[in-house]
């Protein structure tokens, strides 16, 4: 992997733009639950300004982590290491997540931060736990690292457009930042489960129904639009 990127060779055929197009595909598929995650972390600050700046600042820094485990992922894979870290990582937001939950906290963020520079970190390496498996898909698909870097790099600008909707649509639906949370346990779990006994790892067409099960469910409830009281 590292030799192509030293001595690149750029075959732009029919073939090698089907390829772009699944990998652009694989990208949209795998990251609407990180797009979720990224949305919950960025809504935990408290203006709208600092969460796009958080979201700017934070991608930049996970495209330049996700570019490098693109560049050294033959190596990476070989150890299982980063997968249960990975995996444990995104178990931990969860955990921050719910036991920062309250009755009472419909539609504001349970990631409460004191800073922009508690909240860029997270988003970066989130979104390199999440690309774990997302970049070892593309590797499967793709044998060219500058079409893997395009696809990543697409994937990650879709990233930033996206995490902006679901910061609006967390607002709006009652149980949607719920099901990215849930979600994102199960990407944690799977990553873990992927290097205790991959057998029982479901194949990735469960993994996308049942994220699409959860986030029907995330879309399922509006929260109550509070009326503002007439100034008298």
């Given at each position: 992997m ?13 073939e090698?733009?089907f ?12 990251s609407?639950?990180?797009a979720?995650a990224?949305a919950?972390?960025a809504?935990g600050?408290?203006t709208?300004k ?6 700017n ?5 996970a ?14 894979i070989?150890y ?20 920062n ?7 504001v ?6 800073g ?15 690309s774990l ?14 079409l893997?870097i ?15 909707l679901f910061i609006?649509?967390i607002?709006?639906?009652?149980h ?11 990407v ?14 479901p ?10 099960s ?11 639009i509070?009326?503002?009281s007439p100034?008298?």
């Amino acid at each position: 992997m590292l030799d192509q990127v030293l001595h690149p060779s750029i075959d732009f055929g029919i073939e090698t733009v089907f390829i772009l197009v699944i990998l652009v595909a694989l990208e949209a598929v795998l990251s609407a639950d990180n797009a979720i995650a990224l949305a919950s972390i960025a809504q935990g600050l408290e203006t709208e300004k600092e969460q796009q700046y958080a979201l700017n600042v934070g991608l930049v820094l996970a495209y330049i982590l996700r570019i490098t485990l693109i560049i050294t992922a033959t190596w990476v894979i070989k150890y299982w290491q980063f997968s249960v870290a990975g995996g444990l990582y995104l178990l931990w937001l969860v955990f921050r997540y719910y036991t920062n939950k309250s009755d009472d906290s419909e539609g504001v963020s349970n990631l409460n931060f004191q800073g922009l520079w508690q909240a860029i970190p997270m988003i970066a390496v989130t979104d390199l736990a999440f690309s774990l498996d997302s970049v070892t898909t593309a590797i499967a698909v793709a044998d060219e690292i500058w079409l893997i870097i395009a696809g990543g790099t697409i994937g990650v600008i879709a990233l930033r457009f996206l995490a902006q909707l679901f910061i609006r649509w967390i607002e709006e639906y009652t149980h949607l930042e719920d099901a990215g949370f849930i979600t994102v346990g199960l990407v944690g779990l799977r990553l873990i489960v992927k290097v205790i006994e991959p057998s029982l790892v479901p194949p990735e067409w469960v993994m996308i129904i049942t994220i699409i099960s959860i986030f029907t469910w995330g879309f399922s409830a509006k929260n109550a639009i509070k009326e503002e009281s007439p100034e008298g």
